[in-house]
């Protein structure tokens, strides 16, 4: 499943955030790439050590932490800490695979990429090209949003990011060990709570809105790996 989920971060938040960014030195994208992605990848990077990308990617994790929607998709155990991109002058990262598992700093050991995310820092009239793409068994899909607005997809998928052939595309990337495993299980879960969701803002709650209430979490429950 790839899911958009709007407004993560609102529009001075961007502003905000994009300022301390565009003052900061920015190095070669391939300082946190394994050797395929190397081969691939043409695009800068704000330094993962730098006490300002831990600055940014606190904020972005506070911005998650109070996204409902964004809860119930991934059902996150672990995150590793957004890292941040760009993306000028033709610059592109070709199809790569997300490495399996990965480490960071301060980390106590290692962590499963059950899910890749991508949060949109540029407005999408200010640059050309730069599309996330992403191939499935369905085809390939581009993915280009408002900034604020993250997408979230299978870490299994192959993707890239198509050259920028004018402007900048500013970006933050990173990945999350999900609570639930299975892809299938974790939509299914999704989907039967924004269903609750919307039966509980018709009806307010009912006996039967508890009680799907109440199957969703022992399903939950039945499915965490914690
Ligand atoms: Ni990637």
Redesign the pocket.
């Given at each position: 499943m790839m899911l958009h989920i709007p407004q993560i971060l609102q529009p001075d938040e961007v502003r905000e955030m994009r300022g301390r960014m565009d003052a900061a030195p920015w190095i070669d994208g391939r300082a946190t790439v394994g050797a395929q992605?190397a081969g691939v990848k043409r695009n800068r990077q704000l330094d993962e050590n730098a006490q300002l990308t831990q600055s940014l990617a606190d904020a972005v994790l506070r911005a998650l932490a109070r996204n409902p929607t964004y809860f119930s998709a991934a059902l996150p155990l672990r995150t590793v800490p957004p890292l941040f991109n760009k993306y000028a002058s033709a610059e592109t990262?070709g199809f790569?695979?997300?490495g399996a598992v990965r480490t960071f700093a301060g980390s106590p050991g290692w962590l499963r990429t059950d899910l890749?995310a991508t949060l949109f820092l540029s407005d999408p009239d200010d640059y050309e090209g730069g599309e996330l793409t992403v191939r499935d068994t369905y085809g390939e899909h581009a993915v280009k949003l408002p900034a604020g607005d993250l997408v979230l997809y299978p870490a299994s998928s192959l993707?890239c990011v198509t050259p920028v052939t004018r402007g900048e595309r500013t970006g933050c990337?990173f990945w999350i060990q999900s609570m639930v495993r299975d892809h299938g299980r974790r939509q299914m879960l999704f989907e039967l709570d924004q269903t609750i969701q919307a039966l509980h803002a018709q009806h307010g709650e009912t006996e039967h809105t508890l009680a799907l209430t109440n199957h969703y979490h022992n399903l939950l429950r039945e499915w965490t790996e914690i």
């Open positions: 992605g990262y790569h695979v997300d890749s993707h990337f």
